[in-house]
């Protein structure tokens, strides 16, 4: 076999050494760190990226929470309110029941007494006129007629009034 | 005229050059050194300048391949044996390249040289018995002992282990070496063939030529994938011994 002819070994080992100690040298110097870096960075971005989503899902999720609870107490607090409002509303309205029943029975009490004053005023005006009115009648009854002997007798009538009183 | 298959095997000095005695001329195969060694530099110096996030077409390729070596050395050795990846990924590209240049019709193919796969396979093995026996020191003989062997078996265990270390670094090479040469050598008879039965019969070799072409390229792959692979395997044996202190450093 060609391969084992052995006066090219010295020059096959020679060269192999030399070109592989150069090739060694070559890519540790140049090519592996480049190379290595890169696929150390790439690994590093993909791990931060995958940490950071991992960061935004949990904070999502936590701020998800934070409105579910805030929206629920929002709901809690609305139901309050409306419950508050509706009771105050509720008493309000009994209030003002209350309020203007009394109101209406003041007014009603204020109108009858005004009424009842009126008609005793009014009575009493009627009275008056009335007492007026039949002295002025009497008056011109008593100023056309009375003569005389009208006199006499109303005074003798007076006077037997006056001793009958007296007598009594 | 008939060739003979190993006949692509043959090696020719073009230019004779002796360094101190030593015979280091210039042929055929060390040429296509030299070009991988390009190749393989200004493709990957290439690739690590881009530095891209997003990486291109070169860049990606070249990272699928540092990260399917970084992988098999983190497979294999664990974290610590990244001190090695410059060595093993050189040593994947090289024979990788090696092989794959070594198919293209008119070319040679370094890694079908017996004594270029000796190179590197002695040289890893030595260095998995350097590492060896810097990290443990005499200790690191316990790798001739698997573990839980009762003691009257040592006589028999110990030459067997000591035959098993010692078939490494030759498996190692000779694999890559037999690969490659055998692949070459079926391309070769399958194309005389082709060439002989003319155009009648002539397609039928000449189509399982192409097929083979095929196949050889995948053994390209998996022949260096496997020379790697057993490189961190061994490194990793002298790193942990028996997996015994893999809680040492």
Redesign the interface.
Known sequence: ?????S???????????V??A???F???K??????????E??EK?IKDSLDQAERHRSEAERKLKEYEAKLNAAAKEAEGILAAAKERAQRLLEENEQRLTTEAERIKGDATREIDHERRKAIQEIRAQTTELALMVAEKVVQRSLNEADHRRLADEALDALTKSAAR | MEESP??P???H?YVP?S?GG??????K??IM??V??GL??VL??M???????V?GKL?SL??MM??FI?GIILDTMGKDGMRF???I???F??ILFCNLIGLIPGSYT?T?????TA??ACVVYGLSLVMGFLLHGAKFLGILVPPGTPGWLLPLMVPIELISQLARPISLAVRL?ANM?AGHVILGVLFGLAISGGVLIGWLPFAFTIAMNGLEVGIAFIQAYIFTVLTCVYLGDAFHLHGHDDHAH
């Open positions: 076999m060609p391969q084992f002819e006066h090219f070994f010295s020059s096959l080992i020679f060269w192999e050494v070109s592989f150069i090739l060694l070559v890519l540790y140049f090519a592996f760190p480049g190379i290595l870096s890169v696929l960075e790439r971005k | 190993l006949h095997f043959e090696l000095n050059i360094l030593l015979d280091i001329s210039i042929n195969a060390v050194m030299w991988v060694v393989i530099s990957m110096v690739a690590g300048s881009a530095r891209r996030l990486p860049q070249a990272e540092v990260d970084r990846f410059p060595l990924a050189t040593l590209l090289f370094v079908s040289q017996i004594v270029v190179v590197f070496f040469t």
